[in-house]
Structure formats: C-alpha cells, structure tokens
C-alpha cells in the first residue's frame, strides 16, 4: 500500500497530465475538456484514490442563481465532495501541502475546486483561463477577494481545505492537536 505522501503525491502528478485541457461546463474527458470538479474527478480516479464517480448535474451558473430564499441554496460541488473529502485548517493554522483541496465560493455558493500542487502553487480548470492551467493564488485577486456585484465586493473570498477522508487516518497528531489533545 503506498504512504499517504506517495498518494497525494500521485494525485498531483496525475492531475498535471490535465493541463491545457481545454475548459468544458460539467465534463471530465482529459484533453478534450474538463470543469474543475472533473479535474478533481478525473486525477483521483487515475491516482486510484477513488473508483467511478458520477458527477452531480448542475446548471453552470447555479452559483449565481438562489429562487428559493426559503431554504438554504444547494451546495452541488460541497455534496459532491462530502463523501470522499473531509475538511482541514487552512492558512494560517496549517499550510496547505501537495494533493490538498481547496474549494472557493463564487456567487451564492462553494462553487471552484483546486489542488494544491505547491503552496500557494495550484493547478485548476478554470472557465476565464480557457483550460486546465497552474495559478499562484498568493497573485490571484479573484480567489482571493470577492469581484461579484454584491455589498460583499472587495472582501476576502471565503475558502474551504479538504482532503481525502482516507487521508485522515494517517494524521494522527493533526487530528489530535485538532481535538486539543495534542
């Protein structure tokens, strides 16, 4: 069984055999188009972190959209994630490390994914940058700060750290010190 740093490590190489695939809402088909979650998809199953998965089906631009004020807005790429991923610390509590997720909120909702090649080194399909590309998010004002026209505009754009859940067994003393008995 490999370590869980030959995993992550795997995951990101695995990932790096994306880039310049082009950007494509809601596939996963390497070289010929991918969203974000699909890259995420697509490296974890050839990194053999997990087996078939079944992308959820959403609208592109679900993130912008929220008819039912009633009831909190759907959490597609969350609940997509939430089987498999479990949430870590990020900045400043912990550094990122290779194989790491990040997830972004656009819009009303958790809505772009990366993986963490090198802290703050990330590579992601992301729809303005046409395909599967590196980005330093330390240079990155649109992951960074909130762009869309809202009283939120200017602020610091909220961000979720995840990692595989089979992952977590193999942090012992993170998870500890995380349960304050470290």
């Known amino acids: 069984m490999e370590s869980v740093a030959e995993q992550r490590a795997a995951f990101v190489a695995a990932a790096e055999t994306w880039l310049r695939t082009p950007y494509r809402d809601c596939a996963m088909v390497k070289g010929a188009g991918t969203d974000c979650l699909g890259l995420i998809a697509g490296a974890a199953k050839e990194a053999r972190l997990i087996g078939n998965i079944k992308l959820p089906k959403y609208r592109p631009d679900q ?8 009831k909190p807005p759907v959490e597609t790429y969350l609940e997509a994630l939430d089987p498999y991923c479990a949430e870590v610390p990020g900045p400043p509590e912990r550094d990122p490390i290779p194989g790491d997720l990040i997830i ?54 909220p961000r979720k750290f995840l990692i595989p859940r089979t992952w977590t067994e193999c942090e012992p003393k993170f998870w500890s010190a995380l349960e304050g008995r470290g």
């Open 63 to 70: 993130n912008l959209h929220w008819s039912d004020r009633s």
């Open 104 to 157: 972004w909120k656009f819009g009303w909702i958790f809505f772009h994914t990366a993986i963490v090649v090198r802290w703050p080194l990330i590579i992601h399909a992301y729809k303005q940058a046409d395909f599967v590309d590196y980005e330093d998010v330390s240079k990155s004002a649109h992951l960074n700060f909130i762009g869309e026209n809202t009283d939120e505009r200017g602020k610091p754009r």
